[in-house]
């Protein structure tokens, strides 16, 4: 097993909510910088894999959203990732490191921000809410 992975799923054991959220924003961007690098490698197969894997997890994320208690930020987060997800199909058409690269640095500033609420709230581990 890829120790990348191994330590992926040790994290996401008993996680909280909010940082499996950010789990999921790594992967994202892990995906996008594969994808540019397979772009530099002439390599299609590649970039459409990891385009395809990001994409799906964009779906994930915004299928968790709950529109009535998440207020305007879940409607700011529906409209953000169909932005990343219309981005993406654009870069993939066009094999643009440019455009993967302003959607990394979009997603990054998110993750950020996922990761600030994550400090200050203190989240309860996932395990707990399902119980």
């Not at 690098?37 to 970039?47: S, Y």
């Not at 894999?49 to 299928?63: E, M, P, S, T």
């Amino acid at each position: 097993m890829d120790a990348r992975i191994a330590y992926r799923q040790t994290d996401a054991r008993g996680a909280t909510s909010l940082r499996l959220v950010v789990l999921l924003y790594e992967q994202i961007i892990q995906d996008l910088r594969q994808a540019s690098l397979a772009i530099d490698q002439n390599n299609i197969e590649l970039r459409t894999k990891r385009i395809n894997h990001a994409l799906d997890v964009i779906c994930l994320l915004q299928a968790t959203l709950n529109l009535e208690r998440g207020g305007k930020v879940a409607q700011n987060l529906v409209r953000f990732y169909d932005t990343v997800r219309a981005n993406l199909c654009e870069a993939q058409f066009q094999a643009s490191k440019e455009l993967l690269a302003h959607q990394i640095t979009d997603l990054l500033t998110v993750r950020e921000a996922w990761e600030q609420v994550e400090r200050l709230q203190g989240a309860t581990p996932i395990s707990e809410m399902i119980q």
